[in-house]
């Protein structure tokens, strides 16, 4: 098939290195390997292009920098651009990842009857309304309904996502079709791109990997490793706005934490060498629909064969489980001193690192990799997995 993959998120560097690039990346990837011809559209690019994707075609319609309504009515437009390209370009299936502004989805099918997957990863008009700046509320929402109800199927990242969608889209006509569309398909991990390294065998590593943004939970994990009773040292990879005031925290109270700082999707394995813990010490953002996320750090700690240290919130618990068993250790959010206690308990025991890691391996393999869930995605779209045009 001929993919058209959109992404109309202003926000999101295709070629970036935060999460939300990650995913687009590896998704087109699997896509590719199985044989699709993938076209990708979008409004930002970004500087770092992984050496397998350096042939991937990409059309590019940008969108400068305005005040918020001037914004939101551009990228409207941006979006209506990308949809005319699409139809004038062909293709057989339209995979979009749900953006506030776009009807590029439902434009496409409407025009030329192919199928198209939504791809929902947040509730963005809550996250816009709370984190930064929404004007046009009412068309946000409109936006939403249409793209769910023209979309064969819509995939979310967690039950709480998929949870959002439904409600938004409770008014729409013939809604309890449209509703039995919205299915949950969490994130991936690459275990070709992420193996397991040895650990360095002089001191325990733990590693934290993600953008370094409040509800990412580095605060209480430099407190944990300050209040730490074993030896074990701390490396934190990725960059973002706390930086600096993680930097002064962990001087503050002496801790020597390294920081690596923003790292390409395809050296995210060299800079995680020599790790024995991975940490999601996500904090209590108050209840269960604030905690909406599907996390692909916990996963690439599994992938790297890692012992797992997560908050006990949101998706994190399905994601380490298999039946019976818990591949990983939970602790209480926001709890600094129950953070330390956990690292503490695995820093003192290698063999017990030595399982938990050879499992979470296996558990990745399994149930978690990338060609799964993309397999998963077009099943339920009812589209072949593999072949060309």
């Not at 002089?202 to 300050?226: M, N, S, Y």
């Amino acid at each position: 098939m001929r993919i058209a993959y959109i992404c109309c998120d202003p926000g999101i560097p295709v070629f970036g290195t935060k999460g939300a690039s990650v995913h687009i990346q590896e998704v087109v990837r699997e896509l590719r390997s199985a044989g699709h011809e993938v076209v990708l559209y979008a409004l930002r690019s970004g500087e770092h292009v992984p050496a397998d994707l350096a042939d991937l075609e990409l059309h590019l319609e940008a969108v400068a920098d305005a005040a918020p309504a001037e914004r939101e009515q551009a990228q409207v437009r941006a979006a209506q651009r990308i949809a005319s390209q699409v139809i004038a370009d062909g293709a057989d299936l339209v995979y979009e990842r749900y953006s506030l502004f776009s009807t590029a989805l439902a434009d496409v099918t409407a025009a030329t009857g192919v199928p198209g997957v939504l791809e929902v990863n947040a509730p963005l008009i809550d996250e816009q309304r709370r984190h930064r700046s929404l004007v046009d509320v009412s068309g946000a929402k409109q936006v939403l309904r249409r793209q769910v109800g023209a979309a064969r199927v819509t995939v979310c990242v967690s039950d709480p996502v998929a949870d959002w969608v439904r409600r938004r889209i409770a008014d729409v006509p013939d809604a309890e079709a449209v509703a039995g569309r919205i299915h949950t398909v969490p994130n991936g991990v690459s275990v070709r791109r992420i193996q397991p390294q040895p650990a360095n065998p002089d001191r325990v590593v733990v590693t934290f990997v993600g953008t370094l943004k409040p509800w990412h939970g580095v605060v209480d994990l430099i407190t944990a490793a300050a209040l730490a009773r074993q030896q074990w040292s701390l490396r934190i990879i990725g960059d973002g706005p706390e930086m600096e005031t993680l930097r002064a925290q962990a001087e503050r109270l002496g801790v020597e934490a390294d920081f690596r700082g923003a790292v390409a999707p395809e050296e995210i394995p060299a800079h995680m060498a020599g790790s024995a813990i991975g940490v999601a010490p996500y904090p209590d953002l108050g209840g269960l629909e604030q905690q909406y996320f599907s996390p692909m750090k916990v996963l690439e700690y599994l992938a790297a064969g890692l012992a797992v240290v997560a908050s006990d919130v949101g998706q994190i618990p399905q994601l380490l489980e298999e039946g019976p068993q818990l591949h990983g250790v939970l602790v209480a959010p926001s709890d600094p001193t129950a953070l330390a206690a956990a690292l503490d308990d695995l820093a003192a025991s290698p063999q017990r690192r030595a399982r938990m890691g050879r499992d979470g391996r296996l558990l990745a393999e399994e149930r978690h990799s990338w060609a799964r869930v993309v397999t998963r995605i077009l099943e339920l779209a009812g589209v072949a997995q593999g072949g060309g045009r």
